[in-house]
């Protein structure tokens, strides 16, 4: 009786073992799978801030270009329009993700780059403003001038259809189309010295916009720069800097080229 007593005792003492050790297993197993599952969380939001930073990264390099060629275009806008500098808020929302997602100095950088485009777009806006109206006003004689056009052949069309006119219609008639072609003449004269006007206005704008474009565009590289190496790429900052000094370089060339074949001077020129 004893025996089997003691039998139970040990039988019973090995099952709580046993249970124990399995609850301990499982404890041990239910830890690890948390670990695990953390660690995948973490590496899932790692690999999520990843991809939202590139995304920036990416929005912010395609917005640069387009900031520099909207201050470059200024002349062909009107100012007066109230959504006409909308051309720089991408980069100025791109350069305020930056200051978020981005490496510290980076967000300095953009927000240094920002400013830079805002500040010039100030300056250059009389130039731009002046450049734009000129233009307007020529577009405006030129038109005028083919409507006083059209106005004239219709009179000479009428001339060829009705030929029974007394001489006083007749003297009338000549009288009208030597007035058309008379203001014709003048309207035409009047476009081509406003084209000439507004050619010498785009050009001092150009002039202008060259000497603080490399400042801005030497910027600019230093951020595309900055930007590569967040984006795990090689970023050789003064090659990059000396490739886009010889590229600007040709680019001023190339419109020195057509100013001089139109003959067209800045006025600082």
């Known amino acids: 009786m004893l025996t089997n007593q003691s039998h139970d005792r040990r039988a019973s003492a090995q099952i709580a073992a046993d249970q124990e050790k399995s609850d301990k297993q499982l404890l041990h197993d239910a830890d690890r799978l948390a670990v695990q599952l953390d660690r995948a969380a973490e590496e899932a939001q790692v690999e999520r801030e990843a991809d939202m930073r590139r995304e920036v990264y990416l929005e912010s390099a395609a917005e640069i270009v387009k900031a ?27 350069s305020a993700k930056l200051q978020v997602v981005a490496d510290q100095e980076t967000g300095i950088e953009a927000q240094r780059l920002s400013m830079m485009y805002a500040r010039l777009a100030i300056l250059a806006t009389p130039l731009a403003t002046n450049a734009f109206g000129l233009n307007a006003t020529a577009k405006s004689h030129e038109a005028r001038a083919k409507a006083l056009q059209l106005k004239l052949d219709e009179l000479q069309e009428t001339d060829r259809v009705q030929l029974s006119k007394t001489s006083d219609e007749w003297t009338a008639q000549k009288l009208e189309v030597q007035r ?11 476009a081509s010295t406003a084209f000439g006007r507004s050619a010498k206005a785009r050009a001092d704008y150009e002039l202008f916009m060259r000497q603080h474009l490399s400042e801005l565009a030497d910027q600019a590289i230093k951020v595309l720069a900055r930007l590569r190496i967040e984006l795990g790429l090689d970023a050789d900052e003064e090659r990059m800097l000396e490739e886009a000094t010889q590229m600007r370089m040709d680019l001023f060339s190339t419109v020195d080229q057509l100013m001089n ?6 006025a600082s020129g």
């Open 261 to 266: 074949a139109i003959g067209v001077r800045p």
């Open 68 to 94: 520099n060629a909207f201050v470059g275009s200024m002349f062909k806008r009107d100012l007066e329009n109230p959504d006409a500098l909308d051309g720089l808020n991408g980069f100025a929302a791109a």
């Open 180 to 190: 058309l072609t008379g203001l014709i003449a003048k309207a035409w004269a009047d």
